[in-house]
């Protein structure tokens, strides 16, 4: 029985308390709660299911979903299910999913199904089936259905690699860029995320104005560029 005063939530989080190792330390400690709690505490079986408004907090990073299932040694894995929601106080990332899968160990995200993750440090947004970000290396892995939206420029491809640290992205898979009415498209589209300029390789084609170099815009094209049309720009 739970002592009186206490409601669902609060005893949720009194016994989560109480299955936390005494050997973490402070670096590796882990708060969650949620409504209810169901806990294997067997030796090598460790594994806790936290359902309904269910919520972990490790470090500076917070998830949020309808159910949360830690498990491995030290809770190291969670593995996240119904409106994921993720936020990265140290990186300044939010990511919402439907399915999350996280190694608390090697920072390692891995996102299935509808995803979008918002880099609010460089105003960037990738939507994707599927999202993988390797949080030690600074490296997301996008794959399905991708779009990304950066400053003027936005893009669609089935994969994308964004080198976070180097401002760094490149499409492949039928990938195509936009701004401001012009249309890219390439084997190949490379983006510097910090000038957005854009670099195209291999078979190239798309409609681009005249206003794209006056405006000091770059564009560099490699490969085969037969179909490269350029349209009327402004008198």
Known sequence: MSKPGLDGRALALALCLCFLPAALSAADRISFKADSVQSTLAKGKERTILSGRASVQTG?????ADRIELFGEDFRYLDCSGSVRVIDGDQSIRLETRNLYYDRTRKLTRAQGPSV??????????KAEWIESDGEAEVTVAQVAVRIIKGKISTRSEYALYRRADKSLELTGSPSAYREGDVYRASKISVDIETEDIQLEGSVSGSVSEKAGAE????????????????????
């Open 117 to 126: 993750l918002q880099d609010e440090k460089n105003e960037l947004v990738l």
């Open 216 to 235: 000091g815009d770059e564009i560099k094209a490699e490969g085969d560029q037969s179909e490269a049309v350029p349209s009327e720009g402004k008198d």
């Open 60 to 64: 500076k990073l917070s998830i949020s």
